[in-house]
């Protein structure tokens, strides 16, 4: 079965540190992961995504996620967060490869506070 | 390009009451999905449709859930009756047909129920 842990919470930094929020996963045959952001009243907003290739993957507003297939992570990371980063974070996998319909698997979410 | 549309924002009904929500996708998106967000909790999808077909409904309540997909653009999830723990933000997303590299999906920004 397919899963996903955020083992954080809350994620703290102060504005102009770098950021990173922590994703591992579980799941059969090869990956499909992705990153999405959730500010208030808001839907999910995709920032990036790892489907084959490079493990440094690069996304919207400077965000950037290494995957790592030993220790089967991708977290996420910012060199310089910003306080309007401040939003909740959600990590999601799916089995990889054409033709199926697996389900996204998200986590629970880790909320990252920025602070001035 | 103009994203996903979802219908109410927000809806508070009483227990037992009925109740529907609208979705339209991204132009050209064939596969639409239907999640539900529980407060402090990451997604579930409920159901995905591929055209006006129906690829996984495994965790949709379908004894007061239900969901179509006419014409294989816009969708509606309905729920009769309503319990307490349907409370819940309910989220439609979009994507191109599942396969190598297209099957991002794009959210909506939500229906926050209130079931009272």
């Known amino acids: 079965a397919q899963s996903v842990a955020q083992p954080e919470d809350q994620v703290n930094v102060a504005e102009g540190n770098p950021l990173t929020v922590k994703c591992t996963y579980s799941?059969?045959?090869?990956?499909?992961l992705f990153w999405y952001v959730q500010y208030p009243n808001r839907g999910l907003q995709f920032l990036l995504k790892?489907?084959?290739?490079?493990?440094l993957v690069k996304g919207s507003y400077g965000f950037e996620a290494e995957f790592n297939k030993s220790q089967t992570s991708f977290h996420l990371k910012k060199p310089s967060a910003l306080v309007s980063d401040s939003a909740l974070y959600f990590c999601?996998?799916?089995?990889?490869?054409?033709?199926?319909?697996?389900?996204?698997?998200f986590g629970a979410g880790t909320r990252l506070a920025v602070h001035p | 390009e103009a994203g996903v549309a979802q219908s109410p924002r927000y809806k508070i009904i009483e227990k037992r009451q009925s109740v529907a929500f609208w979705c339209n996708p991204i132009?050209?998106?064939?596969?639409l999905y239907w999640y539900q967000q529980i407060l402090g909790q990451g997604p579930k999808l409920l159901i995905q449709?591929?055209?006006?077909?129906?690829?996984?409904d495994s965790q949709l309540p379908k004894d007061r859930f239900s969901a179509e997909r006419l014409k294989g653009v816009d969708s509606t999830l309905k729920i009769q009756p309503a319990k307490l723990e349907d409370s819940a933000v309910y989220l439609c997303?979009?994507?191109?047909?599942?396969?190598?590299?297209?099957?991002?999906?794009?959210f909506g920004p939500g229906t926050r129920l209130l079931v009272l």
């Open positions: 997303a979009s994507s191109l047909e599942p396969g190598q590299g297209l099957e991002t999906q794009y």
């Open positions: 999601a996998v799916r089995r990889g490869g054409s033709g199926g319909y697996n389900k996204l698997i």
């Open positions: 790892y489907i084959t290739g490079d493990n």
């Open positions: 449709f591929q055209n006006n077909g129906v690829v996984d």
């Open positions: 799941v059969s045959g090869n990956p499909y």
């Open positions: 132009s050209g998106h064939a596969t």
